[in-house]
């Protein structure tokens, strides 16, 4: 899957799905916009693309905010002037019983989770089109989750971010299908990053049954037909496939990266 070239600014860069899927985008040739609300994350990001020989530049981005997005596209366009691959990562996880999530804290998870895919894709589109134009295609992938296909205790305001995620992804990839942008979701299971990982402290803490952390992972494991959780590469390969033109008639699908966890 070769991306020369290809010009493509990831969100949530500073960590986990999104710094990997940056490091893996840009060893394939790609030209790297790292983006995050945390600025040392994403530079560090950067750092490491540079040190393997890859091109990056830090985007200092709070993806809920229109401006933010406006101001990103503007650098983007002097940069580059053209958009081949946004990848919406950043994001975060509420895990609360239903009762004691507040709707503060649920207008939050669907600010950073939903808002922004919106945001985003709403900014991007013009210089994804233009790309389009130049090249025949250009690619947008959303992070869903699992929880965006099923439900799931304590995520009750995370699920509905997700499966909104999935169901927006499936509009813009009608509308946008004409412009020759293609738009896809990514549905991880459990991926051990700092949200994964802390989405699964936050389920002992509010009284799920499990002993530790490690208990809790191992058991995800043990019910994983693959075996074990994935790791951000897992999530990553697919990413770069789904930017890359070989998934070039690939639009509106939802792909699971779970080791098979939701097969069952
Ligand atoms: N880790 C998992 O188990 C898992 C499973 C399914 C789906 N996902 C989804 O994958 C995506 C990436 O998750 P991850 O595990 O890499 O998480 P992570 O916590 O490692 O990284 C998320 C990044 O998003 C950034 N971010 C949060 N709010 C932001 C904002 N307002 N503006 C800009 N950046 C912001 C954070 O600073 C962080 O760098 C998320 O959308 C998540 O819901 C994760």
Known sequence: MQLKDKVILVTGAASGIGRQTCLSLAARGARIHASDIDRDGAAETCR?????????????????????????????????????????????????????????????????????????????QSLLARAAEESGGASIVNLSSILGLKGGSMHSAYCTSKGAVRLLTKALAIEMGKLKIRVNSVHPGLVETPLGLGSMTDMIKYGAPL???????????????????????DVANVIAFLCADESQYVTGSELTVDGGFSAQ
């Open 48 to 124: 490491r693309i540079e040190a393997e020989g890859g091109r990056a530049s830090f985007l200092h981005h709070d993806v809920t905010q229109p401006e933010a997005w406006r101001d990103v596209m503007q650098v983007i366009e002097r940069q580059n002037g053209r958009l081949d691959g946004l990848v919406n990562s950043a994001g975060l996880m509420v895990v609360r019983p239903f009762q004691q999530t507040d709707f503060e804290l649920y207008r939050r998870q669907q600010t950073v989770n939903v808002d922004s895919v919106w945001l985003g894709c709403q900014a991007a």
């Open 211 to 233: 002993p530790s952390l490690d208990a809790a992972v191992s058991m995800v494991a043990q019910r994983t037909p693959l075996g074990r959780a994935a790791q951000p590469l």
